[in-house]
């Protein structure tokens, strides 16, 4: 039973922490136990905290049990990305140089996690300040793939989809700069969503680029991914950039699943040649889907989509570089005193620090960025990437006139072997270029599986982006089209995972019989 409850929705586990059929304290348990069972070979998490998720969860039966109203995702439990400051509990952005930071706060999301009673199971691994796609840039080492230990789980954010593909954790949070949801979503069939920007507040962030960054809700279905959103969404005093409005209704659009009439717009720059024949396969399978549920399809031309790749690698490089000034070895985190000098000045200690602090992909796009912004090439550089934005941002504008969604596959391939692409940043850049141009515009997307390439077995990520602040939209057509996929592949394709404990392994006895069909 308790190695079920691992199996269950979000929406399953809320619907029956509601009834007190479960207790939180049990839900929890048991994902801690899954952790404890599978970890080892995944590395989802950099920090599980076991003392401070059973406790949340205790508190939460309690108070339900004093016949407290609570909150509908009470006990709940969920993984949070490193980036994100959680008080208490170790945020070291998979970088060396935050080793050992403890914040004395929250992020205004993990506020929210808390104060809907939704115990925090632990920190996800992540490439170091979210620069990457497959989480080896992480200074503690890979994430990997449940679906291939071998292969990538996407990145930046491969803990927070590892962590659901392996039954870790029934939700996590995620952030998204150029693709760090929907990418890590896509390689390992799960659920991602980066909402519209400022539609979750980045107050308590470790910041990438400020201009890009969105944080936002991670999942095994929409419905579940809709719920968490619901809960981290909205207004933020503190985050000047936070969208003064409500969160959209994005779990009665869940819900709904209604695209009766709906114009779904298909990207011709972002299908076709360059992607994997499987993911290409996929993606038709599912527009003829989409259609058979009731929407109608158009193309759509957006072609300053060629350049926002470029665009891109000179705005994040120059905001990056920016941010990242502030580990200085001054005020917390790492500090390193070089070696052979007596009495080293403050620039000295910064720069033993840096050396030693971060990994070879922080410095690259350092030097980059600061190249980018330096006097005589800021126009050349920062300047035209800048235009170039707002080009793209005016290729959605019309593609929006007419379509009401647009949609593409998520990443060129399907998930690539751990070590692959690691020498080659420029084959790891191209992963993105389906994913960044909503960040380069601010709108929301979300990527949700659209089943298995035929080549290798893997799973294919489906990508809908919408106008902004229409995010309910991604969830009514991710909904509509979830439905439509369950019954072609009978099923959830998660079941279809092979199990990672052996029989007779460290988990219970229920190990290697219930991974695949349980649900
Ligand atoms: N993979 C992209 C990059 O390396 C996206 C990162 C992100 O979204 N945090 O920049």
Redesign the pocket.
């Known amino acids: 039973m308790t190695h079920d409850l691992t199996r269950w929705s979000a929406a399953r586990l809320a619907d029956a922490l509601g009834r007190r059929e479960i207790s939180a304290v049990e839900v929890t348990q048991a994902h801690l136990d899954r952790t404890a069972a599978v970890d080892g070979a995944v590395h989802s998490y950099l920090h599980v905290d076991t003392r401070g998720a059973l406790e949340q969860a205790k508190a939460v039966d309690d108070a339900r049990t004093s016949g407290a109203e609570l909150h509908v995702m009470a006990g709940v439990p969920v993984a949070v990305k490193d980036v994100v400051a959680t008080q208490g509990l170790p945020t070291t952005c998979g970088s060396r140089i935050l080793a050992g930071w403890v914040p004395p706060y929250d992020a205004t999301l993990v506020s929210k996690l808390r104060a809907a009673g939704m115990p925090i199971l632990g920190k996800t691994n992540m490439d170091e300040f979210?620069?990457?796609?497959s989480t080896e840039h992480s200074a503690f080492g890979p994430s990997r793939n449940p679906w291939d230990l071998d292969r990538i789980p996407g990145?930046?954010g491969g803990g927070s989809s590892s962590v659901l593909a392996s039954f870790q954790a029934p939700l996590a949070v995620g952030?998204?700069?150029?693709?760090?949801i929907r990418q890590p979503a896509a390689v390992t069939g799960t659920v991602g969503t980066k909402p519209t920007y400022g539609g979750v507040s980045r107050y308590g962030l470790v910041a990438?680029a400020s201009s890009l960054d969105q944080a936002g809700p991670c999942g095994r279905t929409v419905l579940d991914t809709a719920m968490l959103h619901a809960v981290i969404g909205g207004y933020d005093p503190r985050d000047s950039t936070s969208i003064h409005a409500p969160v959209p209704a994005v779990v009665r659009a869940a819900q709904s699943a209604d695209v009766t009439g709906l114009r779904v717009g298909v990207v011709r720059q972002l299908t076709g040649e360059g992607y994997q024949p499987g993911v290409q396969a996929r993606f038709d399978e599912a527009v003829a889907l989409l259609v058979d549920a009731g929407a109608e399809v158009v193309e759509v031309d957006c072609p300053n989509f060629a350049y926002a790749l470029a665009a891109y690698y000179l705005i994040?490089p120059s905001e990056a570089s920016s941010n990242l000034a502030r580990f200085d070895a001054m005020r917390y985190g790492l500090r390193v005193l070089p070696e052979g000098i007596d009495d080293p000045s403050a620039e000295q200690v910064m720069a033993a620090t840096r050396e030693a602090g971060f990994g070879a992909e922080v410095k690259r796009r350092i030097i980059l960025g600061t190249y980018a912004l330096s006097s005589g090439y800021y126009d050349a550089y920062y300047g035209q990437a800048q235009k170039v934005r707002r080009l793209i941002a005016d290729d959605f504008t019309r593609a929006f006139e007419a379509a009401d969604v647009l949609v593409s596959p998520t990443a060129p391939t399907t998930a690539f072997r751990i070590g692959e692409k690691l020498d080659d940043p420029m084959a790891m850049y191209l992963n993105?270029v389906a994913t960044i141009p909503a960040n380069l515009a601010g709108i929301p997307g979300m990527s949700l599986p659209s089943g298995l390439a035929d080549e290798d077995g893997l799973p294919t990520g489906f990508q809908i982006l919408a106008p902004a602040t229409h995010d309910d939209r991604l969830y009514a057509v991710g909904s509509a089209l979830e439905r439509q996929l369950v019954s072609r592949w009978g099923g959830r394709l998660l079941e279809r995972i092979p199990e990672l404990v052996p029989a007779g392994g460290s988990d219970d006895q229920h190990a290697g019989a219930t991974m695949g069909m349980a649900r």
């Open positions: 979210a620069m990457g796609s990145g930046s952030t998204d700069t150029g693709g760090s990438l994040l993105d």
